[in-house]
């Protein structure tokens, strides 16, 4: 969408300043419009994706709805592709019969692309779901609306079926009424009928190809899969993208700013006043852009004689004595230090600013919400680490050389509970 507006700009820009104001024209509304087109393609797949949990629960049985997903994917298609063409249809100067008949492909598309998602997943979710936990099968008939979860020892026999319901008949679990609670078509996900069967009839223990099958907790199987992990390189080059764009914005709007004091027009004392703002930008996301794109995830951090030694953070050496403990969260892993230990500095200056707006807020007699945590992570006696640069593998090692208290969450055969 941007795209078209942009490319109908450029005719339509002042000629009298040239084909460089055209084209910075055509540029802005692309820069403008980027961060607004990507909320929308978020919220897009964000509603057709299949609901993956509830509550603590996976969810492993829910209403498909294929059919509403392809019409969304081809409504989006015919929506983009009739923009960008309308586009470069108007700054061709082509007929108007072409235009109107593009405008008219985009005004049936776009309501179908913008509706139909929100619609079928309310209409899926209201047929009810069923979802699995070590604490036993939840069944749900509607969107937080969850009973207590029923033991695995409650169970009972789970009969072959491709409906949810059908599997359900006979279950002597005390949910008798269940299947007529989830919809006709609720359907298992592939694997989910044998799993749960199983884990009936022999308690559960997720296997590795159960856990990467049907995303559960690595922590639920005694014997968890490193491939099970979550994979996070689809949402760092997505981070990757935000920065650029954002540090981009920021630099164009400098050199605007700069354009306008060079011109010596009368109002460039209005340029110079603002153009703090993206030059502030600027120093805070250049760097973050290039820790960014320096940091290997992997390498998050060495053991030592002398102490944990973070890479990640670029917080260097943490010595054993000022290592209060480490603390491990299904794989998040957390070095908390003492109050006497020399504190964190968080090397993000746009971090480092928040917390000083958020301190100062907090003595205000109308106290006003500051950015939030954003993308805070350090504390002054708070190191995290997640999952997937796998620092837990560290733990075991830095209780041994160091002798650090280590403590994790309950056991699988905790959470399990006792054997029927």
């Not at 949990?53 to 294929?66: F, K, N, T, W, Y």
């Not at 960008?84 to 776009?110: K, M, N, P």
């Not at 309501?111 to 699995?132: C, D, K, Q």
Request: proline share 8%; glycine share 10%; hydrophobic share 45%.
């Amino acid at each position: 969408m941007q795209l078209s507006l942009a490319l109908g700009a450029v005719p339509f820009a002042d000629g009298d300043r040239g084909v460089g104001v055209r084209l910075a024209a055509a540029l802005g509304v692309l820069m403008l419009g980027a961060i607004i087109w990507a909320s929308t393609l978020a919220g897009f797949h964000r509603d057709l994706r299949d609901p993956r949990r509830l509550d603590d629960a996976v969810i492993v049985a829910h209403r498909p709805r294929q059919l509403a997903i392809i019409v969304s994917w081809v409504a989006m298609a015919l929506t983009v592709i009739s923009l960008i063409a309308f586009g470069i249809s108007a700054s061709a100067q082509a007929q108007g019969g072409l235009a109107a008949s593009l405008l008219l492909t985009v005004l049936v598309a776009l309501p179908v692309a913008t509706a139909l998602p929100g619609l079928s997943r309310r209409y899926a979710e209201g047929a009810g779901v069923i979802a699995v936990s070590p604490a036993g099968l939840t069944i749900a008939t509607a969107r937080g609306d969850a009973p207590e979860p029923v033991p695995w020892s409650r169970v009972g026999t789970v009969r072959p079926s491709r409906s949810a319901a059908g599997s359900l008949v006979n279950v002597g679990c005390g949910v008798r009424d269940a299947p007529d609670g989830l919809g006709a078509r609720v359907r298992w996900r592939p694997g989910a009928q044998r799993a749960v069967a199983r884990w009936a009839a022999e308690g559960f223990v997720p296997t590795a190809a159960e856990v990467r099958a049907l995303d559960l907790e690595s922590s639920w199987s005694p014997d968890p899969d490193p491939d099970a992990l979550p994979r996070s390189r689809g949402g760092r080059w997505a981070g990757l993208a935000a920065l650029a764009w954002a540090l981009l914005a920021c630099l164009l709007m400098v050199l605007g700013f700069l354009a306008v004091i060079v011109q010596g027009d009368e109002s460039w004392w209005v340029g110079l006043l603002l153009a703090w703002a993206p030059v502030l930008g600027a120093v805070i996301l250049a760097p973050r852009l290039w820790r960014e794109l320096r940091a290997d995830p992997r390498r998050c951090a060495t053991i030592t004689s002398q102490g944990w030694f973070d890479l990640l953070h670029g917080q260097g050496l943490v010595r054993w004595e000022h290592i209060e403990r480490i603390e491990v969260h299904q794989r998040h892993t957390v070095v908390l230090t003492r109050g006497s230990a020399p504190p964190f500095r968080d090397r993000d200056l746009g971090n480092r600013l928040n917390h000083r707006l958020e301190d100062a807020m907090r003595s205000s007699p109308r106290p006003l919400p500051s950015a939030g945590p954003l993308f805070r992570e350090i504390g002054p006696h708070h190191l995290p680490y997640r999952p997937e640069t796998r620092a837990f593998d560290l733990v075991d090692r830095a209780a041994e050389v160091g002798g650090i208290d280590v403590r994790r969450p309950p056991t699988f055969e905790e959470m399990r509970g006792p054997r029927r």
